[in-house]
């Protein structure tokens, strides 16, 4: 396999149809909430790094788009890591921002990620369990199969839904969020993501990885109707091998 990288209105669900000039899909917009599509390689929020974040370019977004002219409040509800793609909920207002994080604290939403493997998972489908245990100076995570000190229980459950030219298209749903949970479980059971050299892949992509955190579905925290965004996958090489869904 070669080592190519991977080239990556309001009040409505409009997948994928809304662009702008600083750059960001919107996937839904309202007085509350707003949802986009990360690209891989964007950081949710900022960092010692000093790129500029996703969270900086959706304030951009607003602040051109309503002509306001103060600060422009948006909260961070969740993040993806940033070699990830997909779908990243914020919030326009405290109150709709307290109300996201409880529901993802409660585990009150239906998280669904696409991810592209090289090895073929023993089984066609399944669920993992493991205790990670995360290395704050290294940013590496470490599973184990039973309860360790000081890791927390991690559980989801995969199903591989295409396989073509070596490549297996699995959909995951998480049932817990932890630190790169997808990522260190798919290695533990030999399936490192493509790309993800961090958690042994043997293809590099920069500073991209094949997660694309396809769909999330909850409860809208003000309007109390039932909202499902989708996010479409990157163009590139090994998310082509499967076409545009």
Known sequence: MSSKKINPNPDSINPDRVRNP???V?????????????QAGV???????????LSEKVKTYIKEKYAKPGEVFLGVVHRLDRPVSGVVVLARTSKALERMNALFKNRETKKTYWAIVDRKPAKPYGTLVHWLRKNEQTNKVTPFDRETPSALKSELSYKILKEKNGLFLLEILPVTGRSHQIRVQLSAIGCPLVGDLKYGSSVGLGKYICLHARQLQFVHPVKKTEITLQAEVPSGEFWNTFGRP
């Open 22 to 24: 600083v750059g960001v």
């Open 26 to 38: 919107i996937l839904y917009e309202d007085n509350h909430l707003i949802a986009v599509n990360k």
């Open 43 to 53: 950081l949710v929020q900022g960092d010692e790094t000093g790129d500029e974040p």
